[in-house]
T-cell receptor, first 114, second 119 residues
């Protein structure tokens, strides 16, 4: 069965510094992997997704993630944090043979200090 | 419709009452999913529909929870005899051809959710 572990429940960075949100997954088959963002009192927004194409995936708002099968990781990065990036981030895995069911990590809260 | 619509957006109910939550997916999306997000928690899978059938209902917490989907479209999640621990945001998502990326964009669209408060 697939699972997702987000290694940090909370990350705090200063504006203009790099962001790294860590995610490890467990999957029996070739997974699809996603990062979603949820701003306070807002709905879920897809940042980016990996579906067996290029291992380096670029998303919206300058975010990107690299699929590393050998490390079973899918860490999210951004070169320079902006105040508007403060939100909850979820790493998500899905497997084709599970009907496309999404399994969410517990989330990482990102704080951005001025 | 243009997006996934959920109603009501907010629901306050007394402990022991039954509630129905509605999800109207994007037209043509065959797959529909229900998730629950409790305070400070991630999203917990509840049930998945492919058309009108539910191949995976493994996430339903108890037999007080049930869901149905009719006409391959609207879905209703029913919680009977609500308890305070049922308080959460219930999210619905729909997708076209999940598990079949060769058929195109492997995307999901989430609704804005129903915030359920049991008092």
């Amino acid at each position: 069965a697939q699972s997702v572990t987000q290694l940090d429940s909370h990350v705090s960075v200063s504006e203009g510094t790099p962001v790294l949100l860590r995610c490890n997954y467990s999957s029996s088959y070739s997974p699809s992997l996603f990062w979603y963002v949820q701003h306070p009192n807002k709905g879920l927004q897809l940042l980016l997704k990996y579906t067996s194409a290029a291992t380096l995936v670029k998303g919206i708002n300058g975010f990107e993630a690299e699929f590393k099968k050998s490390e079973t990781s899918f860490h999210l990065t951004k070169p320079s944090a902006h105040m508007s990036d403060a939100a909850e981030y979820f790493c998500v895995v899905s497997e084709y043979n599970q009907g496309g069911k999404l399994i969410f990590g517990q989330g990482t809260e990102l704080s951005v200090k001025p | 419709g243009a997006g996934v619509s959920q109603s009501p957006s907010n629901k306050v109910t007394e402990k022991g009452k039954d509630v129905e939550l509605r999800c109207d997916p994007i037209s043509g999306h065959t797959a529909l999913y229900w998730y629950r997000q409790s305070l400070g928690q991630g999203l917990e899978f509840l049930i998945y529909f492919q058309g009108n059938s539910a191949p995976d209902k493994s996430g339903l917490p108890s037999d007080r929870f049930s869901a149905e989907r009719t006409g391959g479209s609207v879905s209703t999640l029913t919680i009977q005899r609500t308890q305070q621990e049922d308080s959460a945001v219930y999210l619905c998502a729909s997708s076209l051809a999940p598990g079949q990326p060769e058929k195109g964009d492997y995307g999901y669209t989430f609704g804005s959710g129903t915030r359920l408060t049991v008092v």
